[in-house]
């Protein structure tokens, strides 16, 4: 489809030609920078059928007692002109992919649902669903369908006069496509590095040994390794190679019908709460990025918060999960970019340059999306108490980044607290982002290698925090009241390069290794 | 002086400090997480130098009780809104009541009406938030960061409202009691004053923002 169309995966026929392993020839090819990297090729023989719907068992889904109500209720509110966005995203070989308009399409029968349990809560949904989509059909009747993923970028389409609450501006409709191979980005690996042969010797396995990647991850993952090696440590892709393929195509299965159903859903006013909120912030976060500037990437980056923001009600959306998402996101973006415009030696800091992203197709960024949405749930269950009602898991670490910067420098210490500078004044930030806005971000990327080979995010950080504070000691001993806030909260690190962050983590290693037990969990 | 500055996200509030302490102003600024700190001094009229510590605050709800913790020993806040964005003004009524829970009775409050470059997306009519302004006996003023306008008048008008409060106040803490304020309690102390400055700010701005 060309992005216009709002469709969804169902049963009518795809016109499918191709095999998964032909696919996979393909894609190795592109990898190899044999072939344009164009249109995806379509699909696999018709044995499965497009997406389930359902939603992982346990989490909210939707409020379906919310459904009715609020949908009649017109709105009257303020109103203003809408978006309405298109998106896509590709399922997992050998998962057929087919096409049909939204208006001969209902929502996936529960049945055909590999989560049947989830049928009662599924239908529902799909009934809101199916109103919306029947409401959608105009726009969508002439719109040719074809099962080949978009060449030309998606652009978010705009609802033309559409005028409505702030409540109901929200991305609309999935699209399924084929999905890359997964071995795809390590096509770009450099074999001749001793390191790299061994990443690739562990992640060949049928069973990989987590124990020994977290060990060689801790210094450093090669980007084109990071998504698979990130979703492996964060526990989102399995550790068992014969079970991978099909958990992470049921799990970006899942995000899809997620997201599909709670923006395709009528916005209570928790929902417009958290969007208005999201929508504030996306436009500025990691601006000076050319990529977070493309609308394709603040639609993905919202889908993502929003998603797991109304799916986690305890903590909603807080300001700083979407730094957190945009750096997973980018890390699971840049192999995806490599391979988009063939460059295998690519740079990080360049392809994040890049303004024109058309080569970046539907499919690679929907795979970008989904994945990046799972490590973030991921990451977030590890920390969810730093967003939570009165940021208990904030509080915690700066009490232990005070208790560790006592016993690591009495004399620093005893400075800031003299001075009047609590860790709050200026370590709340470090807290919450986990450093991403105190560097460049390739770098806070880095720095997160190490975070998701330490099993516990927030535990290993305090002390890299500790460590920070410590490389800059002489600047801080001499600084005054005034200085020393405006120093620590624009920390001079525009010009780090990889090898100060390595040393900045094996001095928060070595802190660690002495004071742990003294400053307690 | 301690001043903070608070309102909901994304009115603007960082880029008013930044405009005011460096002259600067980025689309590109990030949300403030927690709170940021700045400071400048200014010379009033009379030669004095009022030195501006200024506290600048996340606007979501989730950090209220954070950035709460500052009010406390501010002497004056900046509330901010922006005037292409109603439901930032509604909210004004809100940000009062935590100044009235948080903050010394005695706080001068300014409202700022922040983008007032945009004048094609404005929702928010300079005489509804005068009126606001007056009735809640605050006073009131229309910036934009991003063309400097008012920036500079804002925060001066604040540091030189608390700088002639602070030294009413200090006289008539002297038992002498001298002629030149007429000494007065307190709390009538501040109304009074507030009020006169509305009055005073009002024309003055209004030809400015429209």
């Known amino acids: 489809m060309d992005g216009k169309g709002s469709v969804c995966s169902g049963d009518v026929g795809s016109g499918g030609m191709g095999s998964a392993s032909m696919l996979a020839s393909v894609f190795a090819r592109l990898a190899r920078g044999e072939v344009e990297p164009g249109p995806l090729v379509d699909v696999a023989p018709a044995t499965e059928q497009g997406a389930g719907t359902g939603v992982e068992t346990g989490e909210k889904a939707v409020d379906v007692g919310e459904v009715g109500g609020a949908r009649s209720a017109p709105s009257t509110r303020k109103t203003r002109s809408v978006r309405r966005q298109h998106w896509s995203v590709p399922m997992h070989p050998p998962g057929v992919v087919r096409v049909v308009p939204a208006a001969l399409c209902p929502r996936p029968a529960a049945a055909d649902s590999p989560q049947a349990a989830d049928a009662s809560q599924a239908a529902d949904a799909s009934q809101a669903a199916d109103a919306s989509q029947a409401a959608d059909a105009p726009q969508v009747a002439d719109t040719p369908q074809a099962v080949v993923a978009p060449q030309v970028p998606q652009v978010p389409q705009t609802d033309e006069g559409e005028v409505d609450s702030p409540r109901s501006s929200r991305p609309v409709k999935i699209t399924l496509h084929e999905l890359p191979p997964e071995a795809l980005p390590s096509a770009l690996l450099d074999m001749s590095k001793a390191r790299n042969q061994k990443f690739d010797a562990l992640l060949s396995a049928p069973i990989i040994d987590l124990e020994a990647l977290r060990a060689l991850a801790w210094s450093g993952v090669p980007a084109v390794l990071r998504p698979q090696v990130w979703a492996l440590l964060l526990g989102y892709a399995p550790s068992r190679a014969d079970r991978r393929v099909g958990v992470l195509a049921r799990k970006r299965r899942e995000y899809v019908d997620a997201a599909n159903t709670l923006l395709e859903a009528p916005f209570g006013s928790v929902e417009d709460a958290i969007m208005t909120q999201i929508r504030k912030d996306l436009p500025r976060t990691e601006q000076s990025l050319a990529i977070f500037r493309a609308e394709r990437i603040q639609s993905a980056l919202e889908r993502i918060l929003f998603t797991w923001a109304v799916r986690n009600p305890a903590s909603g959306y807080v300001q700083g999960m979407n730094d957190l998402a945009a750096t997973l996101f980018v890390t699971f973006l840049v192999p995806q970019l490599a391979i988009a415009v063939n460059d295998p030696h690519h740079q990080t800091a360049l392809l994040l340059q890049l303004e024109d992203l058309s080569e970046l197709n539907e499919a690679q960024l929907a795979l970008v999306e989904a994945d990046s949405y799972w490590c973030f749930s991921k990451m977030l269950d590890s920390i969810h108490d730093n967003f939570i009602v009165n940021l208990p898991g904030i509080y915690r670490n700066l009490d232990k980044l005070e208790r560790l910067l006592g016993a690591m420098n009495p004399r620093l210490a005893s400075h800031l607290a003299e001075s009047g500078i609590s860790m709050m004044l200026f370590a709340f930030r470090w807290m919450t982002c986990f450093l991403v806005r105190e560097f460049p971000l390739p770098l806070a990327v880095r720095l997160w290698d190490t975070y998701v080979a330490e099993s516990a995010f927030n535990d290993f950080h305090v002390y890299v925090c500790g460590a920070l504070l410590l490389h800059f000691v002489d600047d801080l001993l001499e600084a005054s009241a005034e200085e020393l806030i405006m120093f620590l909260q624009d920390l001079p690190t525009a010009t780090w390069t990889e090898t100060d962050i390595e040393e900045l983590l094996s001095k928060a290693y070595v802190a660690h290794s002495l004071y742990a037990s003294k400053v307690g969990p | ?210």
């Open chain 2, 1 to 210: 002086y301690t001043v903070v500055l608070i309102g909901d996200s994304a009115v603007g509030k960082s880029n008013l400090l930044s405009r005011f302490t460096r002259d600067e102003f980025s689309l590109e600024s990030k949300s403030t997480i927690g709170v940021e700190f700045a400071t400048r001094s200014i010379s009033t009229d009379d030669g004095k130098v009022l030195k501006a510590q200024i506290w600048d605050t996340a606007g979501q709800e989730r950090y209220r009780a954070i950035t709460s913790a500052y009010y406390r020993g501010a002497v004056g806040a900046l509330l901010v809104y922006d005037i292409s964005k109603y439901e930032t003004f509604s909210n004004v009524e809100r940000w009062l009541k935590e100044l009235r829970d948080h903050a010394e009775n005695h706080i001068e409050v300014m409202l700022v009406g922040n983008k007032s470059d945009l004048r094609h997306l404005r929702v928010v009519m300079t005489e509804d938030a005068e009126a606001f302004a007056q009735e809640n006996g605050i006073s009131f003023i229309e910036t934009s960061a991003l063309d400097a306008s008012n920036v500079e008048e804002a925060f001066s008008s604040i540091l030189t409202k608390i700088y002639e409060k602070v030294s009413r106040k200090s006289m008539n803490s002297d038992a002498a009691g001298s002629g030149k304020t007429k000494p007065m309690a307190n709390n009538a102390s501040k109304v009074i004053v507030v009020d006169n400055e509305n009055d005073d700010a009002a024309p003055a701005k209004k030809k400015k923002c429209c």
